[in-house]
């Protein structure tokens, strides 16, 4: 099995390309500094929520992650909310895209290797990301309560 992916220098030029041409901001000032040197991460608002592009450098391959975190669970933990995150995420709504729970946070996610990625499909995973953020955050945090973040 051949790795076809690009290396981590390409993969940033190609996220700092769409933030620049397509969402037409200044990915200087989106990308999030002191990451290391294996890890390169830009922040983007989209209505209400923030949307990250992560990209990791590891030996085998270089791996992306879109997310954002939707609400942080306060209190005791809802049955309901989770049964609603499993429901939504077998929705076509959801192609390309889960909920998570991380460290008692709801996360919205689209992750995958960088191995033959296209300058389309990340956008459209960024997309994808802030748009269903922007919907599900107000609609979770008043349906199961919580915190928005900051």
Known sequence: MSNTGLTFEQCIDMVEEIIRNDLELDPTQNRIGNMGH???MWGLTRGSATVYTV????PST????VFSPIIK???EANPGLYLKLLQLNSSPELCNAAFAVKDSNVVLKSDRTTNDLSRTELLEMILRVGKLADKYDDKLLEEFGGE???
């Open 148 to 150: 928005m973040f900051d």
């Open 73 to 75: 669970i306060t209190g």
């Open 55 to 58: 990209l990791n450098r590891v």
């Open 38 to 40: 294996d890890i390169a």
């Open 62 to 65: 270089n791996y992306i992650q």
